[in-house]
């Protein structure tokens, strides 16, 4: 099987067509009140032109903000238990960043472990990951800094990579994305030795422009012998604990879990919650986390040495948001590098 192509802007249109005549739900980036959002389209001239990264990230799909877990009915019998309704047609997301693709590999570890989250599983078997490299990153991206790129594959069916000329460099990356390959045999062309030097220099030159970069060596051995250091309360006190960094953050997955209903039956729902927020690890007696540094140093912990100690990888993908939606310009990157800075001067000593 070959695993590049070319595909022409033309036929990139029909690839889009022939998935809805599928019965494929194809969402890509569309602007919308000045955000670019992934929403549903029915023509490729829905696609937000130039766009550099979408407002969210692809994390709503797989996990939605809110869901129904089960409803539940009292009965003469007992108790009648209704699983949630599967959805049923299958999803196309097109222009998917690499940073936003490369999530999907590091969320799987939570959701497909030993218990698994068919609700989540479901949704990733029936969802096609169409990528777009990046050729201008945001001021904001540091995903170098985290081992990916802008053109990186990781989580990608299929990723397309802008040559110029109305062409794209197209990797068939997984088996889903191989049969697209095969079902559209008329749309590919081959690709040549200079097709691909092209596409090797649209990556370099991303990776190239990308300003912040942070050296992750050592981060997580310093987290390990200072959970208690005073660090926390100075870099936290700015912190509204207002969560806009975990709605925007693709890796962050934390939710709550809550019944609606009566005496004789209701839903019970998933729920988005936040580790920044006062009431996250409120029990009837105690508050562990009471301060803001205490929740801001949780949020730092789970992604940078927890999440390490369970799976071994980084909850971050570099993509940035959480830098720009922060109301009081806390700078996530800062913070590593203030980090960084106190583990080069012990070793230093």
């Known amino acids: 099987m070959v695993k590049e192509r070319i595909l022409s802007r033309a036929n990139r249109d029909r690839l889009l067509d022939r998935l809805r005549e599928e019965g494929l739900r194809v969402f890509g980036p569309r602007l919308t009140d000045g955000l670019v959002l992934f929403l549903e389209i029915q023509s490729a001239s829905e696609l937000a032109p130039d766009y550099r990264n979408s407002t ?3 994390k709503d799909f797989f996990l939605p903000p809110q869901e129904p877990l089960l409803r539940y009915g009292v009965r003469k019998e007992g108790v009648e ?34 218990e698994k989250d068919q609700l989540y599983l479901s949704r990733r078997e029936k969802t096609l990951i169409i990528g777009l490299s990046c050729e201008t990153p945001e001021d904001t991206c540091f995903c170098t800094s985290l081992g990916y790129s802008p053109g990186g594959s990781q989580g990608c069916d299929l990723l397309l990579t802008p040559l110029g000329e109305d062409r794209f460099f197209v990797e068939f990356i997984s088996e889903r994305g191989e049969q697209v390959a095969v079902r559209f045999p008329e749309l590919w062309q081959d690709a040549s030795a200079s097709d691909r030097e092209r596409r090797r220099g649209v990556e370099a030159e991303a990776k190239a422009s990308i300003q912040r970069r942070v050296d992750m060596k050592g981060i997580k ?3 390990d012998g200072h959970f208690d250091d005073p660090l926390w309360e100075e870099i936290s006190r700015r912190c509204l ?34 580790c920044s927020f006062g009431h996250f690890t409120q029990m009837p007696a105690h508050q562990p986390r009471e301060t803001q540094a205490r929740r801001y140093r949780q949020r730092i912990m789970h992604k940078f040495k927890y999440y390490v100690d369970r799976f071994g990888i980084f909850a971050c993908v570099g993509c940035g948001r959480c ?16 980090i960084r800075d106190r583990l080069s001067a012990a070793e230093r000593k």
């Open 56 to 58: 969210r990230s692809i």
């Open 81 to 114: 238990v209704q699983p949630p309704a599967g959805e049923e047609a299958g999803t196309v997301l097109f222009g998917v960043r690499p940073c936003d693709a490369a999530y999907l590999p590091i969320i799987d570890r939570v959701f497909s472990g030993e």
């Open 221 to 223: 051995e310093w987290l």
């Open 241 to 274: 604990g207002c969560a806009a960094c975990y709605y925007l953050c693709p890796t962050c997955h934390c939710f709550d879990i809550v019944d609606e209903g009566d005496m004789w039956g209701g839903t019970r729902r998933r729920i988005w919650d936040s």
């Open 323 to 338: 830098l720009k939606a922060c109301p009081v310009g806390i700078d996530l990157t800062e913070i590593l590098g203030i």
